[in-house]
C-alpha cells in the first residue's frame, strides 16, 4: 500500500506544480490579438499589423498560423482573436456562401456578424492554376480550359483548395475537367513540381516562388475566379485608436509589393516577422523593429514550458477522472464495456477535427487544445486499469473475502496493487502519445512545439521543423523513461517481471 500511496503522492504533487505555475502566471492589460492563417502571406501581413500596431503603443498577442479559413473566421466572429488577414473572394464563396455580392452588402453582411472590413490593402490575390513550365510548354497549355485534353497530368492542389465551395469542386464542374487531384501541403507543392514529381497544383497570384520557379500560371479564360482583395478583418469592437493606426495601410501594398515580401520569406531565408519590418521601415511607419524575436534557445524552451503544461495538465486530468470512474464501475462488467466503448468511440474522432469542433465552445488557445489531449488520453489509460483489475487471480479474491476483508479493503490492499503495473503502462501510453498529439495545438493557438514544426512545413524552412520535432522525440524519450523509474519505484520487483 506504501507503493501506491507513493503514486498518489506524485501525481498530486505533480497537480499541484501545474496549478501552481498557471495561478502564478503574469496578468498584464488585455492584448490586441493577431491572427494568421498558415501560409506565408498570411503570417507576413498578420506580422505588419501586429508591428504597426506595437509601434503605436498597443500591447499584441499573435495567434499566427491558425488551421485554415474557418478556424480563423469562427475565432474572429468569438472574440478569439480581433484581427486576422482575408480576402473578398474568400469571404464572399467560402464563408458566407454568397458570390454575388458586392462591396457594399459584403461590408453589411460583416456587420451582421459584428466584424468590419477594417483595411483594404490594396493588393488581389486570387487563385490561379500553376503548371510545370516544361510541362506546359509540350502541351500547349496556356488556359485552364486545355487542361481538359489532358487529364492524366499529375495534380495536386492544397487541402483547403480541394474543398473550398470556390475551389476544386466548382473549378472542375466550370470547366468539365477530368484530372484526379491529391492533397498537398501549399507550401511543399512547387518544389515537388521542380523536382519532376508534379505537374500542377493550385497557386496565389502574389506567391513569391513565381518569379523564381520555371512555372506558368494558366489563363481563367471563363472568368471562374472572383476578385480576392485583400483586407483586414476585424471585430466591430476594435478600439479606434487601433482603427486609426491601422488605417495607415490602406492601399499601401500593391501586387509587386507583396510578391517581393513572399519571395524574401520564400526564397531568401528571410522571416516574416523580419520581412514586415523591413517594409514597414522602408515605408516609414516606424522607425526601428517593434518585435524583438527571441532566440533559437528561447524559442525552443518557451515552446517546450508550454508543450509540457498543456499534455501534463490533460494527463493529471484525465487520470484524475478516469482511475476512480474505471475502479468504480469495474464490478460491474457491462458498465464497464460501455466505458470502454465511449472512450474508444472519442479516439476515433480526428483530432484536428476535434479541436475545430470546440472552439465554438471553449474558444481559441489553450482551453480546447487541453480538452481534447484530456478526451484522447481517457481510453489507454481506463482500457489498462480495467485490464489490470480483471487480471488479478479470482483466487486471491476469495481468499481475501474469506479473511472478512471488504470489497474496498479487497480493491485497496491487493487488486490494485497487483494491477498497478498495467495502470502505469496505460498512463505512460497516454503521456507519450498526448506528446505527439498535442503538436497540432498550434492550429488553435495554443502553442507548443507545433508551432516551429506548422511554420517550418509552410515556409519550408527545415530548421524550424526540427526545432519543434527533435524536443518533442526527446520529450517522448524522457516521459519513457520517467515511467520506467516510477514503476521500478512504486511495484514490487516480483511483479515487474
Known amino acids: 500500500m506504501r507503493h501506491f500511496s ?18 502564478n502566471a503574469p496578468t498584464a492589460e488585455q492584448p490586441l ?11 507576413i501581413l498578420g506580422e505588419v499589423a501586429a508591428q504597426l500596431l506595437e509601434n503605436s503603443g498597443f500591447t499584441v498577442e499573435r495567434k499566427l498560423g491558425l488551421g485554415g479559413t474557418l478556424v480563423a473566421y ?8 480581433d484581427i486576422y488577414p482575408e480576402y473578398t473572394g474568400t469571404l464572399t464563396q467560402a464563408i458566407l456562401g454568397k458570390p454575388g455580392l458586392d462591396a457594399a452588402q459584403l461590408v453589411a453582411a460583416l456587420r451582421a456578424e459584428k466584424l468590419e472590413l477594417q483595411v483594404f490593402l490594396g493588393f488581389d490575390n486570387s487563385y490561379a492554376i500553376a503548371v510545370s513550365g516544361p510541362v506546359a510548354r509540350a502541351s500547349g497549355l496556356r488556359f485552364i480550359s486545355d487542361l481538359g485534353e489532358h487529364p492524366g497530368l499529375r495534380t495536386a492542389f492544397s487541402h483547403e483548395f480541394l474543398s473550398r465551395e470556390d475551389g476544386w469542386p466548382a473549378l ?23 523536382a519532376g514529381q508534379l505537374d500542377i497544383t493550385d497557386a496565389y497570384t502574389t506567391d513569391g516562388e513565381l518569379g523564381v520557379r520555371d512555372l506558368l500560371l494558366l489563363q481563367d479564360n471563363r472568368n471562374f475566379f472572383p476578385d480576392y482583395s485583400a483586407v483586414l478583418l476585424a471585430r466591430s469592437d476594435l478600439p479606434p485608436e487601433a482603427a486609426q493606426a491601422l488605417a495607415r495601410l490602406n492601399s499601401l501594398i500593391d501586387r509587386d509589393t507583396m510578391q517581393s515580401l513572399n519571395n524574401a520569406v520564400a526564397s531568401k531565408g528571410m522571416s516574416p516577422a523580419a520581412a514586415a519590418s523591413t517594409f514597414l521601415r522602408e515605408q516609414g511607419l516606424i522607425s526601428a523593429p517593434a518585435h524583438v524575436a527571441r532566440t533559437r534557445s528561447e524559442r525552443v524552451l518557451g515552446y517546450t514550458l508550454t508543450h509540457l503544461k498543456l499534455t501534463g495538465i490533460a494527463l493529471l486530468l484525465a487520470c484524475a477522472l478516469a482511475i476512480p470512474v ?9 458498465a464497464a464495456r460501455a466505458l470502454l466503448y465511449v472512450s474508444g468511440l472519442i479516439q476515433t474522432i480526428p483530432a484536428l477535427a476535434l479541436l475545430a469542433l470546440l472552439i465554438p465552445l471553449v474558444g481559441l488557445g489553450e482551453a480546447p487544445a487541453i480538452i481534447a489531449l484530456f478526451l484522447y488520453s481517457l481510453l489507454p489509460i481506463i482500457r489498462n486499469t480495467l ?3 480483471f487480471s488479478v487471480d479470482p483466487l486471491l479474491s476469495q481468499v481475501a473475502r474469506g479473511m472478512g476483508l471488504t470489497d474496498l479493503q479487497r480493491l485497496w490492499h491487493i487488486e490494485l496493487p497487483l494491477a498497478m503495473p498495467t495502470l502505469l503502462a496505460g498512463i505512460k501510453t497516454a503521456a507519450i502519445v498526448s506528446i505527439g498529439t498535442a503538436t497540432l495545438a498550434a492550429f488553435v493557438g495554443a502553442g507548443g512545439l507545433g508551432e516551429p514544426i506548422i511554420t517550418g512545413l509552410n515556409l519550408n524552412e527545415n530548421r524550424l521543423i526540427l526545432e519543434g520535432a527533435l524536443p518533442a522525440a526527446a520529450l517522448a524519450i524522457a516521459a519513457e523513461l520517467i515511467f520506467e523509474w516510477i514503476e521500478r519505484a512504486v511495484v514490487p520487483s516480483h511483479l515487474l517481471n
Open 6 to 23: 507513493l503514486t498518489v503522492g506524485l501525481v498530486l504533487l505533480a497537480m499541484g506544480v501545474a496549478l501552481a505555475g498557471a495561478a
Open 74 to 81: 469562427e475565432a474572429l466572429k468569438l472574440g478569439a482573436i
Open 33 to 43: 490579438r493577431i491572427g494568421s492563417k498558415t501560409f506565408s502571406e498570411s503570417y
Open 326 to 334: 474505471a475502479l468504480l464501475l469495474s464490478r460491474f462488467n457491462r
Open 387 to 389: 485490464i489490470g483489475l
Open 172 to 194: 472542375r464542374q466550370a470547366y468539365q475537367l477530368g484530372l484526379q487531384p491529391t492533397g498537398i501541403e501549399h507550401a511543399l507543392a512547387y518544389a515537388a513540381i521542380e
